[in-house]
C-alpha cells in the first residue's frame, strides 16, 4: 500500500516541481535579473547621489530618459560606481523600451567646459546600453558658453555618440516634449527620487520573496513526499499534524507576501490618489506591470502548492484512517478472544437448577456485553469496506481484516446461540429432574407418614394400601421417565457430576419404586389376613387336659398365626430402618444443595458488590463515606467464602453416601468455623455503614447488574443465618440417625456447634463493654455473663460499713473470665438492627486470684455470695432463677477447684527445699486438703481418719494446726450483719441474649493465702479444717481477730516460696 502512494506521490510532486520552477523563472525575466544582476539594495549609496536618474519621461519615439543634473562633483564619482548606476538605469526599462535606445539629458549650464567635457567623454567612452542621443545644455556664462562651442567643434569626432549642444531649455523642448520633463528642465513632470529609490527597493524585494517561497514550496513538497509513512496511529496522527503545521506556517507567509504585493500597488498609485488629474509615468505604469505580474506567480505557486497538498493530504488521512482502522481491529479482535475466553467459561451447565439459572443470567450479561463487541466489529466492518470503495490505492490487506472479522463475528454470535441453547436445555433437564426428585421425597414422605402400628389393623393396612395405590396412579409422565431417553435427548450436555446425579436419582428412584413393592406386598398381607371371631364358650373338659393330649392341629394352628405376627414385625421394623436411612439422605440432600447455594450467593456478592468497589469505572457511583472500606462493609466474608468454597462442601460431599457420620465433618472442622465470630463481631459496624450508603447509586447499579430482587443487606446476614443452620440440621440428622454408628459424633458435633453460637453471642457482648482502661483479652476467655442484683458490703479499717442510703440491690451485668469478675451496668442504646443492642459501662473488677463464694446467702435461696480474700468487699449476687443461680455457682466452683489442682500439681512437681517447718506447713496446704460438695456449698476438708481404706490417695489425717503461733487462728466469731447496699458506682443491666460458654483457665492462687474462713465459704487459702463447714454460720469481723490477721500478715512465712507462688503462672499452661 506505501509503494502504490509512493508512486502516487512521485507524480503529484513531479508536477509541483515543474510549476514552481516556472515561477521562480518568470520572476527572473521580470525583474531581468538575466541581463542585470544589479539590485537598488546593492548601490543604494550610489543612486542616493543622484548624479543620474530615471525621470521615467520618454522621448518622441519612446525612448527612455536619463537625466544627468547638475552635480558639481560628478568627475569625482569613481568609475565602477558610475558604471554601476548606469548599468542599473539602463536595466529598469523594459526590454522593448531598452531597444529602441536611451535619450541621455545633461545639464551643465551652471559648469565649465572642462567638466562637460569629462562628462560627454565618460558617457561616450563606455553606456551600457543602446545610446541613441544625447542632449547638453552647455554652460550659460559667456565665457564658459564660447569655450564649450569652439572645442565642441574642434573635438566633436573624440564624442562617439550623437551629441547636440543646446543653449536654452527651450531648445530642449524641441527634441523632448515638456511633459516628459521634470520641472528642473523646464517640464511638468513631478519626480521624487528618494520615492523612486523607495519603489525599486520594494518592488525587487517583493519579487525576491515571491521566488525565494516558490523554491521553500519546492523543498517542502519534496520533503513532504519522501516522508516515510509510519505504521501506527499516533506516529501517523503527529506526522499529519506536523505536515499540517508546516503548511499552515508557509501558506501564513505567503498571505504575507500577498499583503506586501497589494501595498507595493497602493504605494505606485498614490500620486494619482492625491491628485485625480495627475497620471503615472511610463515608468510607474510599468511598475506597476511587475507588481501584477508577480502576484500572478505568487498565486500559481499558491495554487501548485494547494494542489499538491489536497493530494498529500488525502494520502496522509487515507493512512490516519487504515492505521486506525488498525488499531481499532487489534482492540476489536482482543474483545473477541476475551469474549470468546469468557463463553468458553460457560462449558459447565451446571449441577443444579440454580446455578444453571446462575449461569443463565450470567451469560444473559455476557451477551449484552458480546452484543456492544459485536456492533464495534459490525462498524469496523462498514468502516473497511468505505475505505476500500474510497481509495485505489489501498491494498488486499484490507479486504482480508475485514473478511476475518466477520468470520470471527460470525463464528462468536453461533456459539452464544449454541451456550444459550445449552443452558435452556440444561434447565429444562434440571426442570424434569427436580419433577421426578420431588415426586420421590413425595412418596418417601409418603411411606414415612404412615403409622406402621395403625396399618397391623385390617382398616388401617387397607386404607394405606389405597393411599400407596392411589399415589402411584397420580404418577405423571415425568415419573415414568426412562434413563436410556435422558441419555438420547441430553448426552451433549452431560458432564460427570450431572450423569452420577442422574444415575443416582434413577436409583433413588428404583430404590423407591422397590419399597413401593415392598409396602404393597406387606399391606396386601395384612389387609387379606382375617382374624377369627372370639366367642365366649365354656371351657371343654379336654381343654383343661395337658399339653400332651392337646390337638396338635390347633397347636399347629397357632404356631403358624404367630410366625405371620412375627414375619409382619420383621417387615414393618425393617421397611422403617429403610425411611429412616431415606429421611438421612434428604436431611444430608438438603445440607448439602443449601451449602452449594450458600457458596454460590457468596460469590455473587463478592464478585458483583466487593470486586465491583475496586473497578475505576465504578468509583464516581461510590461516595466517600464508602471509600476504602471494603473490609468493613463485607468483613471477613471473602475468608469465609474460601473456607466453604475450597474445604468444607467437599468435605461434605465426601459423607454423601453416608449421612450418618457427617457429624465427623463438623467435628473436624469445627475450629475452623470459628472464623464466624470475627464475622459477628464486625456485622454491626458493617450495618452501620449499610444504613448510611444503602440508597447510593453503586448499590442500585451493582444489584441491577446482578437482577438480584433483595438488597446487599440481605446477603450480609447470610453468613449469621448458615451459621445457625447448621445446628438445625444436625438435630434432624440425630433425630433419624439413633443407634447408628456416627450418632455419638453427631451429639458431640451439635454440642460443639451451639458452644461456637454461645460463644459468638456472649462475645458481642463482651465487645460492647465500655470505660475499661485494661486489655480485656489479657483477662481471658469469657465463661458466663449475666444480669444480676447485687448488694455490695465495705469494711473500711476495723469498722464495717453499711450504707443504709441505698436499700434496693444495683443492677449488674456480670463477666466472669478466666482471671476476672467483672461487674457492668447496662446502657440501652437508641438506633436499629445492630445498635438496639446495649452498651455496658464497667464499674469493678475481681481478680479471680483474690475471691471466695459462699454459696448459700441468708434470705433468699437464689442468692450466693462473692468476697474478696481480705474479707473487705462481700457482694451478695441474686439471680433470677436458681437454675441461673446453680450454674453460675457452679462455673465458680469449678473455675477456683480447677485454679487449686493445678497448684497442687505444680507444688508436688517442684517443692522448694525448705526448712522442716516450710515443708510441714506446705504439704499440709498441697496433700492435706480436697474439695467436698455439701448443703450447695464447696467447703474444704481434712481427712481425719483413713481407718485401714484408701480415700483418693489423701494422706493420714491429722489436726488442724496453726500457722506460726495460735494468734493466727479464731476460735470464736460473732455473726456478722445483714447485708444491705452499698452506695458505690457499680451498676449493671441485663441482655435478653446471654448465656454461659465453656472456656476456663487460672490465675494466682496465693496472694493471701494467710487467711482462713468461716464455713459455708470457699476461698483458695482456707486453712483446713475438721469436718463440714455449714452454710447457715454467718461472718462478722472482731477487733482481737483482725489484730491477729495483722499479725500473721506481717509475720514471714518461708514456707512460700518464689517457685511457689509462680504456681499460678504455669496453671493457665496446665489446664490448656
Known sequence: MAMIWMQTEKVVVHELQRRLSNVAHSIDEIMQNESSPLFAADIITELKKQFAYLSGGRGQDGSPIIIFPEFPSFCEIAEQDFRNVLTYLTSVPSLSAAGVGFIVVIDRRRDRWTCLKGTLLRISGWFPGNLRLVLVLRPSAILQRTLSDVFFK??????????????????????????????????????????????????????????????RLQVLGRDLAETELPDNLQTANYLLNT??????????????????????????????????????????????????????????????????????????????????????????????EQTTDTLNVFSDVGISHTQTEHLLEELANQEENTCEVLDRVRSLVAEGKGLIDSSQNIDGRLAVKCSE?????????????????????????????????????????????????????????????SELESYLETANEKQQWDINTVWHEYGSILNTELREQVNHLFEKKASLQEMFERRRVSLKKLAAKQTRPVQPVAPRPESLTSPAHRDPENICVQVSCDQVDRSSRNVSVSEEEETLAVLRRHVMNELLETERAYVEELMCVLQGYATEMDNPSMSPLIPSALQNKKDVLFGNMQEIYNFHKRIFL????????????????????????????????????????????????????????????????????????????????????IKYSKGCEGSVELQAALSSLLDILKAVNDSMHLIAITGYEGNLADLGRLLMQGSFSVWAE????????????????????????????????????????????????????????????????????????????????????????????????????????????????????????????????????????????????????????????????????????????????SETKPKRQDIRSDPTPLETGSHPNLAGVRWFSTSSLFQNRRRRWTKGSLSLDAIERDGYYSADEQVTSDPDEEKEEKKCEDEPLPVWTEEEIQCSENTENLQK
Open 154 to 215: 574642434l573635438q566633436r569626432d573624440d564624442f562617439k555618440v550623437p551629441v547636440i549642444m543646446l543653449s536654452s531649455v527651450a531648445d530642449l523642448h524641441h527634441y523632448i516634449e515638456p511633459s516628459q520633463l521634470t520641472q528642473e528642465l523646464g517640464g511638468s513632470q513631478y519626480y521624487c527620487h528618494k520615492t523612486w529609490i523607495t519603489h525599486r527597493t520594494d518592488l525587487e524585494s517583493f519579487a525576491a520573496l515571491v521566488k525565494r517561497l516558490a523554491h
Open 243 to 336: 505536515h499540517t503545521s508546516r503548511k499552515e506556517s508557509l501558506k501564513e507567509e505567503m498571505a504575507g507576501a500577498l499583503s506586501q504585493g497589494r501595498r507595493l500597488l497602493e504605494n505606485i498609485r498614490e500620486p494619482v490618489r492625491k491628485d485625480p488629474d495627475s497620471s503615472l509615468n511610463p515608468d510607474q505604469l510599468e511598475n506597476l506591470a511587475i507588481v501584477h505580474r508577480i502576484l500572478s506567480q505568487l498565486n500559481e505557486s499558491s495554487t501548485a502548492f494547494d494542489d499538491f497538498w489536497f493530494q498529500h493530504q488525502n494520502k496522509l488521512e487515507s493512512h490516519l484512517k487504515l492505521c486506525q482502522f488498525e488499531h481499532n481491529f487489534q482492540q476489536v479482535r482482543a474483545e473477541l
Open 405 to 465: 472479522l466477520q468470520r470471527i463475528s460470525d463464528k462468536l454470535t453461533q456459539e452464544l446461540n449454541d451456550k444459550r441453547t445449552m443452558l435452556k436445555q440444561a434447565i429444562e433437564l434440571h426442570n424434569r429432574l427436580d419433577m421426578m426428585g420431588k415426586w420421590c421425597d413425595d412418596g418417601i414422605y409418603m411411606l414415612a407418614s404412615q403409622p406402621l402400628d395403625k396399618c397391623q389393623s385390617q382398616e388401617g393396612a387397607e386404607s394405606a394400601l
Open 650 to 733: 467437599i468435605a461434605l460431599e465426601a459423607y454423601t453416601d453416608c449421612p450418618e457420620l457427617v457429624g465427623r465433618c463438623f467435628l473436624d472442622w469445627m475450629g475452623e468455623l470459628q472464623i464466624y465470630e470475627k464475622y459477628c463481631h464486625n456485622k454491626p459496624r458493617s450495618e452501620s455503614l449499610w444504613r448510611q450508603c444503602s440508597d447510593c447509586a453503586f448499590f442500585q447499579e451493582c444489584q441491577r447488574k446482578l437482577e438480584h430482587k433483595l438488597g446487599l443487606d440481605s446477603y450480609l446476614l447470610k453468613p449469621v443465618q448458615r451459621i445457625t443452620k447448621y445446628q438445625l440440621l444436625l438435630k434432624e440428622m
Open 794 to 969: 465495705h469494711k473500711r479499717g476495723h469498722v464495717k460499713v453499711m450504707e443504709l442510703a441505698r436499700f434496693k440491690p444495683m443492677q449488674r451485668h456480670l463477666f466472669l473470665q478466666e482471671k476476672a469478675l467483672l461487674f457492668c451496668k447496662r446502657r440501652e442504646e437508641s438506633g436499629e438492627g445492630y445498635e438496639k443492642a446495649p452498651s455496658y459501662s464497667f464499674k469493678q473488677e475481681l481478680s479471680m486470684s483474690a475471691i471466695g463464694i459462699t454459696e448459700q446467702a441468708k434470705g433468699d435461696s437464689k442468692k450466693f455470695e462473692i468476697w474478696s480474700s481480705s474479707r473487705d468487699e462481700v457482694y451478695t449476687v441474686q439471680a433470677t432463677s436458681e437454675a441461673i443461680k446453680t450454674i453460675w455457682v457452679t462455673a465458680i466452683r469449678k473455675l477456683l477447684t480447677g485454679q487449686l489442682e493445678a497448684c497442687k500439681e505444680a507444688s508436688q512437681q517442684k517443692v522448694p527445699d525448705q526448712n522442716s517447718s516450710d515443708s510441714s506447713s506446705t504439704s499440709r496446704l498441697v496433700k492435706g486438703e480436697h474439695v467436698r460438695v455439701r448443703s450447695g456449698g464447696v467447703e474444704k476438708q481434712k481427712t481425719e481418719e483413713v481407718k485401714g481404706t484408701e480415700h483418693e490417695n489423701v494422706p493420714q489425717p491429722r489436726t488442724t494446726e496453726r500457722i506460726k503461733g495460735s494468734s493466727c487462728r
